[in-house]
């Protein structure tokens, strides 16, 4: 072949390779005639499997070395950065009436370039809490003492024991499992007991108590066993099953594991490691922390879910108080990691397994406005999510209570606008998306207006009012999912849409997805 | 209401999710830690060694044949980066600065050891590079169980700017611009490059295979 007329679907095929993409697909969409392209493409693929293992120890050593560093070097540095700032001044002084002036501009923050956009974000993060936020009070949150801000791992954090024998779980349980499990493809699953628990006065929700009886035995076999990888289900012995749309069987539950390690690899650590005889009391001071369920009939029993190891529980209730059944919690880690799972009827949610980091935690139900709510852990209840801290992987982390509201309480702001912005959806390659979903977002009133692509990638939004939007895109096409948004700077952060003419067509509002 | 509110649940997810995650203050951005850790904060330094010190290790053990030394290297790679933070002005990205500096530091690594730098074997822009040897191993690479150390040991082959570039485009899964921003080169330049490193790397691995 000659090189001189190499065409661009070379180039597009690495482009797909350097941003991940399977090399099945890669190569399919490359043309049969150029074999030896893909022969270089699937070269390149062989690179980016190459695994690089990094030692954790070595990795935990020159992490506290250098966080030590920098703390104890904290004086030099404001010294540095003083006397730089110092030589910016002299050279602004020198340059003034000259366009000088600049220098000592850009050395202050709100000076620098982004500022504005930064303080844009922060606005449209601002707005974002004001939407999830109802008009009315919301319902009093089950949190008998708020803790403080951002301090770290607010909910209640219980090590949990050593696990029970793991008898293996027989093929036609998990099967039945699985078919009970919700459906989501990329999702590994993980079980975990459901088990009554009293809830104490001035005390947040329980324990791990997994030790003995039928259920840990079978809540250890299903992670033990199958953690990353199968759907465990444990007949709850006390309690109805809380399996979506079905009362009557085992309660099935799925979690999935983050992927913070997705980038560098990391594998989820594996849960405790099975002991061969049952603990008879487990080491935290937890009423449920017992080799047998707590009784139900405690006037205040308060059902709660019980992972095996560690993991992240709590409940989703309505806005009148009632459990939100069938509700989406999305867990949001530190590294970028998003985990979905699904209410029971009881409200109760579980992330077993969950990795250690710092999560927020937010909750939706319904399709659309009235019926469209939203809420966010917020046990301080100041507007903004609160962290949760998963220290490692054996702590369980309960009482992640979310209180939905009605998004978009009132009718929105804008009902009269006929503006139309329009635009083309591209993966990489410049490749058109053809079914991705794309939604303008307005931080003034809340308002998402979405819809599909065509076959060419485009689409048109139409009725929008005059004001500031956002426009993300996102398609799943069976592979991955795909996620862009409107950054003509290309900065990675979302550019502000000004739609001036409430009758106007906006043009070339593209997004690239990644 | 009007009815053009209704957001789908295949898009409300992910996307009020992203909302969340890219503003939540559990996540601050790199430019945020950037500015806290050249203040001094320890703890912000932290954070971005997180994000990417998977990213400059990967990339040192893949230009290098010794995980120790990649080890030392990524050590002097994050010091020497926080000692040049001072000097360091926020363009967008932070990943490709640092590993420009894990770049700078493997030069510096050949120079001392007295290794030549054979980064001058290729000419820059002067059009684009031959793919291969015509009508030869066109097979190969389609086989995808490749051995490990064959793709290794094909690797360590190339001249050190051809492992680079491989390196860098497919090791790191940067970009074309992202690469040439760390290698210093231009955008051609590196296009070219990686078509003839990629054309070496499967001479490579084919010689490895037929032996």
């Known amino acids: 072949m000659n090189a001189s007329a190499r065409p661009d679907s070379l180039d597009v095929s690495l482009d797909r390779v350097a941003a991940g993409d399977p090399l099945d697909g890669v190569l399919a969409a490359l043309a049969a005639e150029h074999r030896e392209h893909q022969a270089l493409v699937a070269a390149a693929a062989a690179v980016r499997s190459l695994p690089t293992p990094l030692d954790a120890a070595f990795r935990a050593r020159l992490r506290g070395e250098l966080v030590h560093h920098v703390d104890a070097d904290r004086p030099r540095v404001r010294a540095i950065s003083l006397a730089w700032r110092a030589v910016a001044l002299a050279l602004a002084l020198a340059f003034v009436g000259t366009g000088g002036l600049v220098v000592a501009s850009a050395n202050s923050r709100p000076g620098e370039p982004l500022y504005g956009l930064q303080q844009g974000l922060a606005d449209a993060w601002h707005s974002l809490g004001r939407w999830l936020t109802p008009a009315s009070a919301p319902t009093a949150h089950p949190v008998p003492s708020a803790p403080p801000r951002r301090a770290g791992a607010q909910p209640t954090a219980h090590p949990t024991p050593e696990l029970a024998a793991r008898p293996p779980e027989d093929e036609p349980a998990r099967a039945a499992n699985a078919a009970a499990a919700i459906d989501r493809p990329r999702a590994a699953r993980a079980g975990l007991a459901h088990t009554p628990v009293p809830r104490r006065t001035g005390a947040r929700a329980t324990s791990a108590a997994v030790a003995g009886g039928p259920a840990a035995a079978g809540v250890g076999a299903g992670v033990g066993a199958n953690l990353g990888s199968q759907t465990a289900t444990v007949p709850s012995p006390t309690q109805p099953s809380a399996g979506e749309g079905d009362d009557s069987g085992p309660r099935a539950m799925q979690t999935t594991p983050p992927s913070p390690g997705t980038e560098t690899g990391t594998p989820t650590p594996e849960p405790a490691t099975p002991t061969p005889t049952p603990p008879t009391a487990a080491p935290t001071s937890s009423a449920t922390a017992t080799s047998s369920p707590a009784p139900s009939d405690t006037p205040t029993a308060t059902p709660t879910l019980v992972c095996p190891a560690g993991g992240i529980t709590g409940r989703v209730t309505l806005p009148g108080g009632g459990p939100a059944a069938g509700a989406d919690v999305l867990l949001l880690g530190e590294a970028g990691s998003q985990r979905e799972l699904r209410t029971g009827p009881d409200g109760l949610f579980a992330a077993c397994g969950a990795a250690p980091g710092r999560y927020v935690a937010m909750a939706l139900l319904g399709q659309a406005p009235p019926d469209f709510l939203a809420g966010i852990y917020d046990a301080n209840a100041d507007g903004d999510p609160d962290e949760i801290g998963v220290p490692d992987t054996t702590t369980l982390i309960t009482g992640v209570d979310i209180t939905l509201a009605p998004v978009m309480a009132g009718p929105p702001a804008c009902t009269t606008g006929s503006a139309t912005l329009s635009g083309r959806v591209t993966l990489p390659g410049d490749v058109p998306a053809a079914g991705a979903d794309v939604m303008v977002f307005s931080p003034a009133d809340g308002l998402g207006i979405g819809e599909q692509t065509g076959a060419d990638g485009s689409y048109s939004l139409q009725g929008l009012c005059a004001g500031t939007y956002f426009a993300y895109a996102f398609l799943d096409d069976g592979t991955r999912p795909w996620f862009g948004l409107y950054d003509p700077n290309d900065d990675g952060w979302e550019d502000p849409i000004q739609v001036e003419d409430a009758a106007g067509t906006l043009d070339g509002i593209d997004i690239r997805l990644r | ?211």
């Open chain 2, 1 to 211: 209401l009007r009815d053009t509110t209704i957001i789908r649940p295949a898009i409300r997810l992910p996307l009020v999710g992203r909302l969340l995650g890219r503003a939540s203050p559990a996540r601050p951005d790199d430019r945020e830690l950037v500015e806290r850790a050249r203040d001094g904060d320890g703890a912000a330094f932290g954070q971005l060694y997180d994000r990417y010190v998977a990213d400059v290790f990967r990339y040192l053990r893949l230009r290098l044949d010794d995980a120790q030394l990649a080890e030392d290297l990524t050590q002097d790679v994050f010091l020497a980066s926080y000692r040049a933070l001072g000097e360091f002005r926020w363009q967008g990205h932070f990943r490709p600065w640092l590993l420009r500096c894990a770049h700078n530091r493997l030069v510096n690594h050949y120079r001392t050891s007295g290794r030549r730098v054979a980064e001058a074997e290729l000419p820059d822009d002067d059009g684009p590079a031959p793919l291969a040897s015509e009508g030869q191993d066109l097979e190969l690479g389609l086989d995808l169980s490749l051995d490990i150390e064959a793709v290794r040991g094909a690797l360590a082959r190339l001249t050190p700017l051809q492992r680079e570039v491989i390196v860098l485009r497919f090791g790191n899964e940067l970009s074309v611009a992202e690469t040439a921003e760390v290698m210093g080169r231009t955008l051609p330049s590196v296009k070219n490059l990686q078509l003839a490193a990629l054309a070496a790397f499967r001479r490579q691995l084919t010689q490895d295979g037929a032996g």
